[in-house]
Antibody, heavy 121, light 110 residues
Framework: QLQLQESGPGLEKPSETLSLTCTVSGGSISSSNYYWGWIRQPPGKGLEWIGSIDYSGSTYYNPSLKSRVTISVDTSKNQFSLKLSSVTAADTAVYYC?????????????WGRGTLVTVSS | QSVLTQPPSVSEAPRQRVTISCSGSSSNIGSNSVYWYQQLPGEAPKLLIYYDDLLPSGVSDRFSGSKSGTSASLAISGLQSEDEADYYCATWDDSLNGVVFGGGTKLTVL
């Protein structure tokens, strides 16, 4: 059974860079059949797609976050990562990682449990 | 404001049927597949419907999806208290070149 687990600091200071890692188990991230995505959810609000990456490093980003987002993949560790720079309180959210189908347009079928990141001084 | 428009809330009695709408445009729903996700309180979202109307393995056939033009709908029949959750539609937007979600609909089973 495929499992995804987010990890990283739960607290970031304003203007800093948020860094999270998603570790995939029960399957290989190197499979050419899938993209891997990041999605966030501010407290009490809806879902927002951040971006997606495939095993080769091909990326798609949410245009509203593109200038601040970098998603990378480490196939040797079966992980993919998110960096969000210049964070503000508006970036406080539960961050989820998920597996997509064979394109970034596809559905998200396996999700991590999410990790809350709070931006506060 | 979300690119896809959903009603903020719907409610219905147990054993009844409810539908949740998702309205978009030609650049998203009108030209791409629609997905539906269920988010139970305190949990991660779960894929409910993919490619407009297909059910993933293990999802109850009380759930069904449909699409017409630039709108999509999720129907839940035989409502149960365990169906109380937030429901989100999603698709790809060709203009934004990214995944877009609806604002979510909170379902209350009376």
């Amino acid at each position: 059974q495929l499992q995804l687990q987010e990890s990283g600091p739960g607290l970031e200071k304003p203007s800093e860079t948020l860094s999270l890692t998603c570790t995939v188990s029960g399957g290989s991230i190197s499979s050419s059949n899938y993209y891997w995505g990041w999605i966030r959810q501010p407290p009490g609000k809806g879902l927002e797609w951040i971006g997606s990456i495939d095993y080769s490093g091909s990326t798609y980003y949410n245009p509203s976050l593109k200038s601040r987002v970098t998603i990378s993949v480490d196939t040797s560790k079966n992980q993919f990562s998110l960096k969000l720079s210049s964070v503000t309180a508006a970036d406080t959210a539960v961050y989820y990682c998920a597996r997509q189908g064979d394109t970034a347009m596809d559905y998200l079928d396996y999700w991590g449990r999410g990790t809350l990141v709070t931006v506060s001084s | 404001q979300s690119v896809l428009t959903q009603p903020p809330s719907v409610s219905e009695a147990p054993r009844q049927r409810v539908t949740i709408s998702c309205s978009g445009s030609s650049s998203n729903i009108g030209s791409n597949s629609v997905y539906w996700y269920q988010q139970l309180p305190g949990e991660a979202p779960k894929l409910l419907i993919y490619y407009d109307d297909l059910l993933p393995s293990g999802v109850s056939d009380r759930f069904s999806g449909s699409k017409s033009g630039t709108s999509a709908s999720l129907a839940i029949s035989g409502l149960q208290s365990e169906d109380e959750a937030d429901y989100y539609c999603a698709t790809w937007d060709d203009s934004l070149n990214g995944v877009v979600f609806g604002g979510g609909t909170k379902l209350t089973v009376l």
